[in-house]
């Protein structure tokens, strides 16, 4: 206990020094909190966006699709998947869906394009296309002739909403077929890929243009109402599907594997970085101490001669370490949590930085980047920074303990 | 047993490099409990160099040092810092108090270290600090007090937990006369009412005086001794 006392009185001896560093320390810190909670919503927002334009969270579809995209791997009993997903809590939505490629046509040309055949009331409440229509509407039946189609495509065919074209399309049979549409709606993401390339049409009649059964889907989408669960509840879907044949389940990690690999490398970068800090506060703190300790060797060859143990030294300059941790983690920590309430309140207008869209494989980034920091990153931090104090006291309270008590009289 | 400290054919040689410097030869010197003893001579006669050796600070190159009959040549660093803690006090020249603890706290430190009961330590220093006349002083830092004040403190650290020798490297060296004789009338008066063995060193004549049995000391060795 007067360890500790002496040790706090020992820090404050020096104010300036002790303050220096305790500033340094929660200075890293704060920057270091900022910037993963900033990381972590921007991927976050990223992994949402990017689910709710595309397959969701969790597709689940006919293990043979993914490697060929081949319309002729189907869903064709979806009753039981159907059933399972309401039980789940985490999932907020679900949406059957066919996918292909098609050619659109009207008199001003053709471009191909990928359709996505939706059930409009099952997309209302997750998808994100709803959010991006700027002229007309969203879809509303399930058997209807509308579609919902890019800007740039309008564009290119010259078509508004109320225009007609027509969708031409290979059939399961291998037959050419074709479709007539109404347009009804026009979205626009930002994304040049999604914008140029992608449209909507009702399901049924994506299964009468492809000759397919009436319960048949190419995949289900599956929403969750946080895409961070998506882990435990792809395995639980996999766990509850095993047994159903020809039922593959996979995490938007697998169905955009780009946006996965993208994560990972900014993440490790984002990780050599915070080591990196990490290594400058580490060093000014060693600094600190050491020069603290070898200021005061005299003073602890006094204590030597008196009696007091090396062992006892030594706690004396860990304790003194664990004081300054414990100081600058838990100032670095409460600010580092306000600076990541106010990234996460009012965000970060990155427009500030540069002019041009953020767009990552397909997914436009919002110009505003909020913060979202994990509690396990936030955890991981402050425990490792503080480890890192005490573990860069060790050097020091060994030299301490290694003082000479002969060289007290000696001195005088 | 009432010899303290016994000394025999005690040699110390410094190397400095190739060179070899003798610091002390064939010292034989027996310390009776309750002494007030003091070493004299000139400087570099070695007076440092036998305090150091006699509190197990530093090691003989030739000799046996015995305190209260037991050798320190067999003791290991930690059996010769348990010693100290418990069988040795030591006052030195410049103070050397813990400049952020107060009074008390310095005059308490030994008991601390030997983690003595809070209450009972407080007591005793308390009383201690009044008996070397530093009453109402307990809270004071080292830097808000007088040269002599603050080794008033430093001999109440030495004595507090009632060691069997007080060892004193020139006690009095930074302090004016008139504080060095307050110092001695309390040492000695420690050394009376406690019993408590002082040996001290000093090159000043008026502190020599004071001493009951005086050890010259001349180039190492043992020029004369004085009793009084
Ligand atoms: N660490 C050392 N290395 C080499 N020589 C030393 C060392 N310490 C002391 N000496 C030498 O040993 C001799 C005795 O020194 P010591 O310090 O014991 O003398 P002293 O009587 O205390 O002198 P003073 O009155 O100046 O304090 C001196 O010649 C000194 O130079
Ligand atoms: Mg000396």
Redo the contacts between chains.
């Keep these: 206990m ?1 360890l500790i006392k ?1 040790a706090w ?2 820090l ?2 020096n104010k300036r020094r002790t303050l220096i560093t305790i500033s340094s320390l929660c200075f890293g810190l704060i920057l270091a909190l900022v910037f993963i909670g900033l990381s972590d919503g921007t991927y976050g927002t990223m992994i949402d966006n990017a689910a709710r334009l595309g397959a969701g969270h969790i597709t689940i579809e006919h293990p043979g699709y993914r490697k060929s995209l081949a319309t002729r791997y189907t869903l064709n009993d979806t009753a039981p998947l159907v059933r399972h997903l309401n039980t789940m809590e985490s999932v907020e939505g679900w949406a059957p869906r066919i996918s292909g490629q098609a050619m659109l046509s009207t008199s001003y040309g053709s471009v191909g394009a990928a359709f996505t055949a939706v059930d409009p009331r099952q997309e209302q409440k997750s998808s994100l296309f709803i959010k991006k229509v700027v002229k007309g509407s969203y879809l509303t039946d399930s058997d209807g002739r509308g579609a919902l189609i890019g800007i740039k495509i309008a564009r290119r065919l010259k078509v508004s909403v109320g225009s007609k074209m027509v969708v031409t399309a290979n059939n399961l049979q291998g037959e050419f077929s074709g479709e007539l549409l109404r347009v009804v709606g026009i979205f626009e993401t930002g994304s040049a890929m999604i914008d140029g390339y992608v449209f909507q049409i009702p399901l049924d009649r994506a299964r009468k243009l492809l000759g397919m059964g009436d319960d048949e889907v190419s995949h289900l989408a599956v929403f969750l109402d946080n895409q961070r669960k998506t882990d435990r509840a792809e395995q639980k879907l996999r766990n509850a599907f095993a047994g159903i044949k020809n039922t593959a389940v996979l995490s938007w990690r697998e169905v955009m594997p780009d946006l996965a690999a993208y994560i990972e490398i900014d993440g490790a970068a984002n990780y050599i970085f915070q080591v990196i800090i990490f290594i400058i506060i580490g060093a000014g703190i060693l600094n600190t101490i050491l020069m603290s300790v070898m200021e005061r060797r005299y ?1 602890f060859g ?1 204590h ?7 062992a ?1 030294l030594l706690v004396l300059v860990i304790i003194e370490a664990v004081l300054l941790g414990l100081m600058g983690t838990a100032a670095g920590t409460l600010l580092g949590l306000a600076g990541n309430y106010y990234f996460t309140v009012k965000g970060l207008d990155m427009t500030l930085f540069t002019r041009e869209n953020i767009d990552v494989s397909g997914v436009v980034l919002d110009p505003i980047l909020y913060s979202d920091l994990y509690a396990e990153h936030l955890i991981v931090i402050v425990v490792s920074v503080f480890l890192l104090t005490v573990l860069v006291g060790i050097y020091p309270a060994l030299k301490a303990a290694r003082s000479v ?2 060289e ?3 001195k ?1 | 047993m009432n010899e303290i400290v016994k000394l025999s054919d005690v040699t110390k040689v410094y190397r400095q490099g190739k060179v070899q410097v003798p610091a002390l030869s064939g010292i034989n010197l027996s310390i009776q409990k309750g002494e007030f003893i003091a070493l004299a001579g000139p400087s570099g006669s070695g007076k ?1 160099t036998m ?2 050796i006699i ?1 197990g ?2 090691q003989p190159t030739e000799g046996s040092v015995c305190i209260e009959g037991n050798s320190l040549g067999t003791m290991s660093k ?1 059996a010769l ?2 010693l ?3 069988r ?1 006090g ?1 006052i ?3 103070y ?1 108090l ?4 107060t009074a008390l706290e310095n005059a308490e ?2 008991l ?3 983690k003595q009961h809070a209450e009972k330590r407080r007591q005793k220093v308390t009383a201690l600090l009044e008996e070397v006349g530093l009453g109402g002083l307990e809270s004071r830092l080292p830097a808000e007090m007088s040269g002599g004040q603050q080794q008033r403190v430093a001999i109440a ?1 030495s004595i507090a937990s009632e060691p069997a020798l007080v060892l004193a ?2 006690p009095t ?1 930074n302090v004016d006369s008139r504080t060095a004789a307050d110092l001695l009338d309390l040492m000695e008066k420690l050394n009376r009412t406690k019993s408590i063995t002082f040996l001290f060193s000093t090159h000043d004549p008026a502190v020599m005086e004071r001493a009951h049995r005086l050890v010259h000391l001349k180039d190492g060795h043992i020029d004369r001794e004085t009793v009084r």
């Design positions: 007067w002496l009185r020992n404050w001896r003073e006094v030597l001669c008196l009696g007091m143990s090396p006892s008590p002969i007290v009289l000696r005088q | 440092t305090l150091n509190g600070l530093d930690r810092s348990r100290r803690l418990h040795i030591f030195f020249q410049s050397n813990i400049p952020v603890f430190f030994v601390l270290l030997q650290r490297d020139e060296a």
